[in-house]
């Protein structure tokens, strides 16, 4: 953890992002009936744990999500690379979020 820390940094006085892999492609879960999305709206963590602090802010489908990380069962999620009418800017760290709170997506949506 400390290696990523220093290479983040690093990488941030140099001017350049750091590359991140993506493991996966996810987005809230949510149901349809018809036309219709009920949404289902989730809490982002600060770390992987019930007892963190809970952010400001929740999300739901349809935003597609990066995730950059697991940990048990939680996965770090980023914004996706094309993010025109969203809230969040490209490649935003949101936090963490319960991985059962999530829904597979196809790599195409998040990019």
Not at 44 to 69: D, E, F, H, N, Q
Request: charged letters at 15%; hydrophobic letters at 40%.
């Amino acid at each position: 953890m400390r290696a990523l820390v220093a290479a983040l940094i690093l990488a941030a006085g140099t001017g350049f992002a750091p590359r991140v892999e993506h493991l996966d492609c996810v987005t809230p879960k949510a149901t349809v009936t018809g036309t219709v999305l009920h949404r289902t709206w989730i809490n982002v963590y600060t770390k992987p744990s019930p007892r963190a602090t809970v952010m400001s802010y929740t999300i739901a489908s349809p935003l597609p999500l990066w995730v950059i990380g697991r940990s048990g069962s939680f996965l770090h999620v980023t914004t996706g690379d094309d993010l025109p009418n969203w809230p969040f800017k490209p490649r935003t760290d949101l936090g963490w979020v319960r991985a059962s709170d999530v829904a597979g997506q196809a790599i195409r949506n998040c990019t």
